[in-house]
């Protein structure tokens, strides 16, 4: 059987995965990102990155290629030793960033990529070459949210016969971000600001330096929740919570915001994070951490209807930690959309919005770019493995 190449690129990490057209694992490894920060400053208070300070006698243009391909040779030696030989049909990249193709190059542009190594080759949409085509096997390279909703999309084709088009994966973790199949461009919800958002909530956000904004990533993700959380403690007893309560509380149902953050016990703990905030909401112990976490689940909730009109979607799978670790705040943000959508003539068949059925998109993404379609059904249950019985009858394999 062929095998395929996986390859992850993030802000700190590079993953190889070697694995079976079937969606066996074979080998994996992490290594060092070449964007990894090093905990210095260059000039202009610019963070030093790993390939700052390696390869220096290659130009700045190709030095991250170079690196990842060194990296990847460095992986499947070590592969070959520990499995024996194999033969890669086919390589898929899930990248950090908007990524796109360029004279035989692929590249990215990103927030975590320092445009000091992009290529000039084209000033007019400057990114960085991470690897290049090959001639021995076709190389396909995505956005990571746009491959991890590949890997999504192919469950939702084999056990519901849904349009991967039709689909897209939320990343809800530390940040709020988007992926649908095919789309060359991330969808960036989590900086599409929300309408109603008073000006004593906006945050800083990544899209912007040092301008306070109202991204919608300011109160969807981990990081908004925990910011959230902090800025209304921070308002205690100040006049403007009682000017912001009736906007915000219309959004929620309860009646008065300043009587949540008076009455709270968030504040009493040592660590406010997203994880405290959540704990406090999903056993209903404080009703602040409950307004927090609503407010989360409607931010969340129009992100997902603005998306479904732009795209024509039908299906939502969200993913990552919060809401891996928090089951009953997609059910809430399910519950919202429904609410929100109920007898709409424009999304019809109606959009569904759920925890992702797949265990964990990120992994696949990279090899589900490749991965032929006559290896769909297997791939399927590989990737939800708790949830037997779930594919329609007649497509079980029987084969592990
Ligand atoms: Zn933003």
């Given at each position: 059987?062929?095998?395929?190449?996986?390859?992850?690129?993030?802000?700190?990490?590079?993953?190889?995965?070697?694995?079976?057209?079937?969606?066996?694992?074979?080998?994996?490894?992490?290594?060092?990102?070449?964007?990894?920060?090093?905990?210095?400053?260059?000039?202009?208070?610019?963070?030093?990155?790993l390939v700052d300070t390696i390869l220096t006698h290659i130009p700045g243009e190709q030095r991250v290629a170079a690196y990842i391909n060194q990296t990847e040779d460095r992986f499947l030696k070590e592969a070959e030793k520990k499995?024996?030989?194999?033969?890669?049909?086919?390589?898929?990249a899930s990248l950090c960033g908007k990524t796109w193709e360029q004279n035989g190059n692929i590249v990215i542009?990103?927030?975590?990529?320092?445009?000091?190594?992009?290529?000039?080759?084209?000033?007019?949409?400057?990114?960085?070459?991470?690897?290049?085509?090959?001639?021995?096997?076709p190389v396909k390279a995505a956005n990571d949210g746009t491959a991890a909703a590949t890997a999504q999309s192919i469950y939702y084709k084999v056990a519901h016969g849904i349009d991967p088009k039709k689909t897209a994966y939320f990343i809800l973790g530390t940040g709020f971000g988007c992926g649908i199949p095919g789309c060359d461009v991330p969808a960036e919800i989590g900086h599409i600001p929300v309408g109603f958002m008073p000006e004593a909530l906006w945050q800083t956000c990544g899209c912007t330096t040092g301008h306070p904004t109202a991204c919608a990533e300011n109160y969807a993700s981990g990081r908004g929740i925990?910011?959230?959380?902090?800025?209304?403690?921070?308002?205690?007893?100040?006049?403007v919570l009682k000017t912001i309560s009736p906007c915000l509380v219309r959004q929620t149902g309860f009646s008065s915001l300043s009587d949540l953050v008076t009455d709270s016990r968030i504040s009493?703990?040592?660590?406010?994070?997203?994880?405290?905030?959540?704990?406090?909401?999903?056993?209903?112990?404080?009703?602040?951490a409950v307004f927090i976490?609503?407010?989360?689940?409607?931010?969340?909730?129009?992100?997902?209807?603005?998306?479904?009109?732009?795209?024509?979607?039908?299906?939502v799978g969200i993913g990552e930690s919060v809401a891996r670790l928090n089951p009953w705040h997609a059910d809430n943000i399910a519950k919202k959309v429904a609410d929100r959508t109920r007898n709409s003539n424009m999304l019809?068949?109606?959009?569904?919005?759920?925890?992702?059925?797949?265990?964990?998109?990120?992994?696949?993404?990279?090899?589900?770019?490749?991965?032929?379609?006559?290896?769909?059904?297997?791939?399927?249950?590989?990737m939800a493995p708790s949830l037997p019985g779930d594919l329609?009858?007649?497509?079980?394999?029987?084969?592990s």
């Open positions: 059987m062929p095998d395929l190449l996986g390859m992850d690129l993030g802000g700190t990490k590079l993953d190889f995965l070697l694995a079976a057209e079937d969606g066996t694992f074979l080998y994996e490894k992490q290594y060092d990102s070449p964007f990894q920060k090093t905990g210095k400053t260059l000039g202009k208070a610019n963070s030093e990155v499995i024996g030989s194999f033969d890669i049909a086919g390589k898929g542009a990103g927030g975590n990529t320092p445009m000091r190594f992009a290529s000039d080759q084209n000033k007019d949409k400057p990114g960085i070459v991470v690897m290049k085509a090959r001639a021995d096997y925990a910011n959230c959380a902090r800025i209304l403690l921070s308002l205690k007893d100040s006049p009493r703990h040592p660590q406010i994070d997203a994880k405290t905030v959540m704990d406090y909401a999903k056993n209903n112990a404080d009703d602040l976490a609503d407010l989360a689940a409607q931010v969340t909730a129009d992100a997902a209807i603005a998306v479904a009109h732009l795209f024509g979607l039908t299906r019809v068949p109606p959009l569904k919005v759920e925890l992702t059925p797949i265990d964990n998109p990120a992994k696949y993404g990279a090899l589900s770019l490749v991965v032929p379609e006559s290896q769909y059904e297997t791939w399927a249950e590989k329609p009858a007649g497509s079980q394999r029987g084969q």
